[in-house]
Structure formats: structure tokens, C-alpha cells
């Protein structure tokens, strides 16, 4: 994990991040609907389970823009090499979860195995954090999933006046519709550090994975 300063005069977005976050603080969601049908199945075939696959592509997809990995380390910008995908896991016994985290690799088989080794070393663990004796990365962003709801909007509020620019990123209930596996995809992102440019990028940088996926 590396963290570079960033110089506010020199980067091309220095007067628009002062602006949306000291003059005018702003914070946007957005929610879409991404096209993965055929997706389940093709990473069944290949032996992959879904959740870990989503956080793979999302984190992928995510680390490709600086503008996603900006944060405020000990009172100084800068931008992360990469993110950790920090997640729910969700206990049946008794209906709550906890945080964990899994280290990024641009390898799906490597992440896949590491999520995989997490869920059997920490997942019956209850609490706040599934994983004891450490918190959770600097670099840790949210991402996670309501499996039970197609939802056509969700946005996520914080309510810490901390300094917070990574994205929060939710995904829904896969639902058909017109012959398609829709999955609703929300994104909470800081106007500081991203417009709706990046999101579009995001996106179809997204939906390019997932065919690639399918191949």
C-alpha cells in the first residue's frame, strides 16, 4: 500500500476539490442498473462464487481513477496505490454481521482464494470486525450488497464530519427483466474528488470486465 501527496496547485482538479469540500461540502449518489446476465453462471462454470467475483470487479474497476482513491492521511492528501474492498458478512445464526476485508489482487483466482481463506478463518466471528487483533486498512473502502431487495434507489449518509472521499458502493437483489439479469448498483461518492465523469467511466469500465468475464 502506498500513499502519494497530492499537490493541490498542481493537480488539475485542486480548485474544484477546495471548492466541494471547504466552500461548498457536497456529496452525490447515484444508482443504475448493470447488465449481468449470463454472469452467475459463467463464474459458477469457472468455479468462482458471485460476492467475492462483484467485489473483485468493482474494486477493479474502482482502482483504475486516482479520483477514487483520494484520502487525508495524518492531515495530508494524497492518493492510494489501491483499495481493500471492506464488506459485510452476514451470520444466519443470528441474523447480524460484521466488517471484514480482503486484500485486492488483480489475479480474480488470487482474490477469490483470499476471500475464500477469510470467510473460513473469520466468518463465524460476531462483532463489529470479523477479523480480531487489527482494524480494518487505511486504504479500506465500502462495498457491499442488499441481496433481499431490487432496490431502485439506495444512498448511503454519514453523519462523521471526518474528511472521507473514497466511494461507497451497494449492490442489490439481481432481477430479470425483458429476457436480461439486471443488478441494481448504487455508487456514494464525494463532489470533491469525482464528478459524474468518473462515474461513467467506472461503469463502463464495469460492464467491459463483465463481458470478459463471460468470454
Not at 484520502?71 to 481493500?84: H, I, R
Not at 482464494?113 to 480494518?136: E, I, M
Amino acid at each position: 500500500m502506498v500513499f502519494t501527496p497530492i499537490d493541490l496547485k498542481a493537480w488539475p482538479r485542486g480548485q474544484m476539490f477546495w471548492y466541494f469540500s471547504q466552500m461548498a461540502p457536497t456529496g452525490y449518489s447515484i444508482t443504475v442498473d448493470v447488465d449481468v446476465t449470463g454472469l452467475r453462471q459463467a463464474l459458477k462454470a469457472k468455479g468462482f462464487r458471485f460476492f467475492p467475483a462483484y467485489l473483485w470487479l468493482v474494486t477493479k474497476c474502482l482502482n483504475e481513477q486516482t479520483e477514487f482513491k483520494v484520502a487525508q492521511k495524518d492531515g495530508v492528501l494524497g492518493c492510494y496505490d489501491t483499495l481493500t474492498p471492506l464488506y459485510a458478512s452476514f451470520h444466519e445464526d443470528d441474523k447480524t454481521f460484521s466488517l471484514m476485508w480482503t486484500e485486492y489482487d488483480d489475479d480474480l483466482a488470487v482474490f477469490h482464494r483470499r476471500y475464500c481463506d477469510n470467510q473460513k478463518r473469520f466468518g463465524s466471528n460476531h462483532g463489529v470486525l470479523c477479523q480480531p487483533g487489527t482494524p480494518p486498512p487505511e486504504n479500506a473502502y465500502t462495498v457491499s450488497t442488499v441481496p433481499w431487495i431490487s432496490f431502485r434507489h439506495f444512498a448511503v449518509h454519514s453523519y462523521d464530519n471526518k474528511p472521507y472521499y473514497f466511494p461507497s458502493v451497494e449492490a442489490g437483489k439481481i432481477r430479470e427483466e425483458d429476457a436480461r439479469e439486471w443488478l441494481p448498483l448504487s455508487l456514494t461518492c464525494h463532489h470533491a474528488t469525482t464528478d459524474g465523469y468518473h462515474v461513467q467511466l467506472f461503469l463502463s469500465r464495469l460492464q467491459q470486465e463483465i463481458k470478459a468475464l463471460l468470454g
